[in-house]
């Protein structure tokens, strides 16, 4: 059985940083591309950074790069987000998927997905 859980959400001031963990299970973690995607209410889900199976390649969304880190440790089954300057505009439940293929931004591709974190950004 798959499993993805999210974790390291909260309530944070703007301008103020996080750093969401996301732990898998049941999978072959290393031949996966991993991605981080949000939901703000009201919204789409949305794409916000994908790294490469084996961490070579990352790729973010316009309004997060400079600001937000995508990283792997493929030892411990684990993906990263590195989230700083955060902005009350970033408040929104994060997700963690995992996906067979090139690189993508397209979340209809993932294959897997966690349950979410919530980030909350005050202003």
């Known amino acids: 059985q798959v499993q993805l859980v999210e974790s390291g959400g909260g309530l944070v001031q703007a301008g103020g940083s996080l750093r969401l963990s996301c732990a898998t299970s049941?999978?072959?973690?290393?031949?996966?591309?991993m991605g981080w995607f949000r939901q703000a209410p009201g919204k789409e889900r949305e794409f916000v950074a994908g790294?490469?199976?084996?961490?070579?390649?990352?790729y973010y969304a316009d309004s997060m790069k400079g600001r937000f880190t995508i990283s792997r440790d493929n030892a411990k089954n684990t993906v990263y987000l590195q989230m700083n300057s955060l902005k009350p505009e970033d408040t929104a439940v994060y997700y963690c998927?995992?996906?067979?293929?090139?690189?993508?931004?397209?979340?209809?591709?993932?294959?897997?997905w966690g349950q979410g974190t919530q980030v909350t950004v005050s202003s």
């Open positions: 790294i490469s199976w084996g961490g070579g390649r990352s």
């Open positions: 049941g999978l072959t973690f290393s031949i996966y591309d």
């Open positions: 998927a995992a996906r067979r293929g090139p690189e993508s931004s397209t979340k209809g591709l993932y294959n897997y």
